[in-house]
């Protein structure tokens, strides 16, 4: 079975500072990964995705995870947060074949201080 | 490409009465997924249809819940004999057809039982 864990339900950085948001993931075959931001009242939107091809990822909004499989990692990072930032941040991961249906970690909110 | 909608936006019901939600996916997808979002939590997932064929249903939909997607386009949820631990966001997302497409989320329907 597939699991997500985050690391961290709260993390705070200040303005201009690097952001690094954890995601660790079981799988007993490579999956593809995925990291979703939730502003409130809205849904989820794509940040980025890992479908096994380069290990870095380069998302919106100046994101990006690297895919580490020794690790099981794909940690989030963005090297100068923005108030706009602040949000709920979800990983994600699904398997390769069949539903596709995604497996989420339980979040981590991110505040910017100012 | 007007997006995933869903309606209603907000729902607030009395215990044991039926609700029903409706999803409208992006017009070209044939993956339709509902999910569910507590307080805290990441959405869990519910059930799958391709085109109108539910192919996968969580062991967290009990007999009370039941989903259609009637000719392969909008999709209902259906909750009956709603209870207090049915409170929560219900969201459905679409996807084409291919392997490493990311879900495209709706706004969900906030559900409150009381």
């Known amino acids: 079975a597939q699991s997500v864990t985050q690391l961290g339900s709260h993390v705070s950085v200040s303005e201009g500072a690097l952001v690094l948001l954890r995601c660790n993931y079981s799988?007993?075959?490579?999956?593809?990964l995925f990291w979703y931001v939730q502003y409130p009242n809205q849904g989820l939107q794509l940040l980025l995705k890992?479908?096994?091809?380069?290990?870095l990822v380069k998302g919106i909004n100046g994101f990006e995870a690297e895919f580490k499989k020794s690790e099981t990692s794909f940690h989030l990072t963005k090297p100068s947060a923005h108030m706009s930032d602040a949000a709920e941040y979800f990983c994600?991961?699904?398997?390769?074949?069949?539903?596709?249906?995604?497996?989420f970690g339980t979040g981590t909110r991110l505040k910017v201080l100012a | 490409d007007t997006g995933v909608s869903q309606d209603p936006r907000h729902k607030i019901t009395k215990r044991g009465q039926n609700v029903t939600f409706r999803c409208d996916p992006i017009s070209e997808h044939n993956r339709l997924y509902w999910y569910r979002q507590t307080l805290g939590q990441g959405p869990e997932f519910l059930t799958y249809?391709?085109?109108?064929?539910?192919?996968?249903k969580s062991r967290l939909l009990s007999d009370r819940f039941s989903a259609e997607r009637p000719k392969g386009s909008f999709s209902t949820l259906e909750i009956q004999r709603t209870e207090q631990g049915d409170s929560a966001m219900y969201l459905c997302a679409s996807s084409p057809s291919g392997s490493g497409n990311e879900q495209f989320f709706g706004p969900g329907t906030r559900l409150t039982v009381l």
């Open positions: 994600a991961v699904s398997s390769t074949s069949g539903t596709y249906k995604y497996i």
């Open positions: 799988s007993s075959v490579p999956p593809y």
């Open positions: 249809f391709q085109n109108e064929a539910q192919l996968e």
């Open positions: 890992y479908t096994s091809a380069a290990t």
